[in-house]
């Protein structure tokens, strides 16, 4: 089963760090971009984070650049989300996705078709 | 970055029912749009990607059209487990951008 499971979320204080880790199994995960999405209660979709195949290509939201970092051990079938200097507007449901990948049909390729459960972040004192 | 609006925000509408939900982008995005569901408390659902094609195992009431800015879901018969949020989001370009949403309503 194709399936992705996060891990890591909690509380937090302002200005405090957690690493978030997707686990990816049923798949060739190193062959697979990867994103993190989230939601904060109540809201609608932001999507955080991008991460080429093999890691060398990162794209950040504006919201987060300098202060998150995406990574991904294709060994390990592992993606993860550092994120330090946390503010109570990153509480939120943080979720990895799959990036659809159809070689035949570029335009295809960038939706989301896998996602996991979700790992809450909650920034408070 | 590209703006996604989604309209309208909320619909009431009976089982049964036909429904339409609008996307449109501020700037032109081809067909690379897609669309999910998303039942409370649990992850998105892929429906639709390139605007138009119906992801695997996705009932044949939706549907999806449109290009270049503006983009519609229908769904033609509404089902009880459809009344839920859906999102449209482009991935022409970074940063990726959903609209904010329509749920639907049991009327």
């Known amino acids: 089963e194709v399936q992705l499971v996060e891990s890591g979320g909690g509380l937090v204080q302002p200005g405090g760090s957690l690493r978030l880790s997707c686990a990816a199994s049923g798949f060739s995960f190193s062959t697979y971009e990867m994103n993190w999405v989230r939601q904060a209660p109540g809201k609608g979709l932001e999507w955080v984070s991008y991460i080429s195949s093999s890691g060398s290509t990162i794209y950040y939201a504006d919201s987060v650049k300098g202060r998150f970092t995406i990574s991904r051990d294709n060994a390990k079938s592992s993606l993860f989300l550092q994120m330090n200097s946390l503010r109570a507007e990153d509480t939120a449901a943080y979720y990895c996705?799959?990036?659809?990948?159809?070689?035949?049909?570029?335009?295809?390729?960038?939706?989301?078709?896998?996602w996991g459960q979700g790992t809450v972040v909650t920034v408070s004192s | 970055a590209i703006r996604m609006t989604q309209s309208p925000s909320s619909l009431s509408a009976s089982t049964g029912d036909r429904v339409t939900i609008t996307c449109r982008a501020s700037?032109?995005?081809?067909?690379?749009l897609a669309w999910y569901q998303q039942k409370p408390g649990k992850a998105p659902k892929l429906l639709i990607y390139a605007a138009s094609t119906l992801q695997s195992g996705v009932p044949s009431r939706f549907s999806g059209s449109g290009s270049g800015t503006d983009f519609t879901l229908t769904i033609s018969c509404l089902q009880s487990e459809d009344f839920v949020t859906y999102y449209c989001?482009?991935?022409?370009?970074?940063?990726?951008?959903f609209g904010q949403g329509t749920k639907v309503e049991i009327k």
């Open positions: 700037q032109g995005i081809s067909s690379y």
């Open positions: 996705a799959r990036q659809l990948f159809i070689t035949m049909i570029p335009v295809a390729n960038g939706a989301f078709d896998i």
């Open positions: 989001q482009q991935y022409y370009s970074y940063p990726r951008t």
